[in-house]
């Protein structure tokens, strides 16, 4: 199994920043997996934010965070970060870090096969 375990979420005034932090482990974990970042307000639909391969040589970025949020890796920690500079009222969310076992995970929800129990984000304005 495969364990996802997210730190550093909190309250932030707009315009602030924060680095959000995901832990991988289990024994099926690999640094090959793909990794995503999604957020979910409440009363809304679970979104994507950001993804990226293990090699980091594919990043993608939903159109809302485009330059201001920025994912990477550190494989031999078996980590991935999601900063987020430039906060917003409207970024406010609970955020879940999550694995795919294939190569490039993908914007939907359904690309990914591990899923961490979630961090709150709340910005105020």
């Known amino acids: 199994q495969v364990q996802l375990v997210e730190s550093g979420g909190g309250l932030v005034q707009a315009g602030g920043s924060l680095r959000l932090s995901c832990a991988a482990s289990g024994r099926t974990f690999s640094i090959y997996y793909a990794m995503g970042w999604f957020r979910q307000a409440p009363g809304k639909e679970r979104e994507f934010v950001a993804a990226?391969?293990?090699?980091?040589?594919?990043?993608t970025y939903a159109d809302s965070v485009k330059g201001r949020f920025t994912i990477s890796r550190d494989n031999a920690k078996n980590t991935v970060y999601l900063q987020m500079n430039s906060l917003k009222p409207e970024d406010t969310a609970v955020y879940y870090c999550?694995?795919?076992?294939?190569?490039?995970?993908?914007?939907?929800?359904?690309?990914?096969?591990?899923w961490g129990q979630g961090t709150q984000v709340t910005v105020s304005s």
């Open positions: 990226s391969s293990w090699s980091e040589s594919r990043i």
């Open positions: 999550s694995a795919s076992r294939g190569a490039v995970g993908g914007m939907a929800r359904s690309g990914y096969d591990y």
